[in-house]
């Protein structure tokens, strides 16, 4: 089955600084990836997906890079904001007619100081 | 507006008490998830819904069972909670193979 490793689990970045979130999948199958937010005791929200037909998508301050020979993804944070202090959840998934069925990586904490 | 909903919020078992937990969706998605969350992990898929066809992942324990009686409604049901099945329950939703939409979450406790 599909194996997800997510790096770091932590990341500490001052207001205004960039942040990084790097994936790395083992299905090369895997055609779908999206990423999640988690607030504290709320649920994940989707936040940016891509596909594997496109090497980055961009939606304002986030985008998302795809390198699928080497099977990585990454979620870009520009001019961090501290309300985008949460957990991020990367996941891939082989889609097929029945759905998405999503591995999730193991989470970074991103905290933004002010 | 809700979309995703999910009763209860919190629950509260006790040890070997079966429990059902509930899940609504208003977006007409033909695809229902339920994961499994537990503290400081990922989400972890249970099971899903393809329209009325019931697919469950090869790892969850039989002591979980699903029903769905219609395209709005999907239940979870722990027939016998033991500690370890204390956890954040989230339901999610898709059209086909669209993005996954989550439920608020059911916080289950098992004393």
């Known amino acids: 089955g599909e194996n997800v490793e997510q790096h770091p689990s932590t990341l500490s970045v001052q207001e205004g600084d960039s942040a990084v979130i790097k994936c790395t999948y083992s299905d090369s199958a895997s055609n779908y990836f999206p990423w999640y937010k988690q607030e504290l005791g709320k649920r994940p929200q989707l936040i940016i997906d891509?596909?594997?037909?496109?090497g980055e998508k961009k939606d304002q301050r986030i985008a998302v890079t795809l390198n699928k020979t080497a099977k990585h993804f990454s979620l870009h944070i520009t001019e961090t904001q501290p309300e985008d202090s949460a957990v991020y959840f990367c996941?891939?998934?082989?889609?097929f007619g029945a759905g998405n069925m999503l591995t999730f990586g193991g989470g970074t904490r991103l905290m933004v100081k002010p | 507006d809700a979309m995703v909903i999910q009763n209860p919020r919190y629950q509260v078992t006790q040890f070997g008490k079966p429990v059902t937990l509930s899940c609504s969706q208003t977006l007409n998605h033909n695809v229902m998830y339920w994961y499994q969350q537990k503290s400081s992990q990922a989400p972890k898929l249970l099971f899903h819904?393809?329209?009325?066809?019931?697919?469950n992942e090869a790892d969850t324990p039989d002591n979980f069972q699903s029903r769905r009686p219609n395209t709005s409604f999907c239940f979870l049901d722990i027939r016998s909670p033991g500690l370890g099945d204390a956890a954040m329950y989230l339901c999610?939703?898709?059209?086909?193979?669209?993005?996954?939409?989550f439920g608020p979450g059911t916080r289950l406790t098992v004393l």
């Open positions: 819904y393809y329209d009325k066809d019931f697919n």
């Open positions: 891509i596909r594997s037909n496109v």
């Open positions: 999610a939703t898709s059209r086909d193979t669209s993005s996954q939409y």
């Open positions: 996941a891939a998934s082989r889609v």
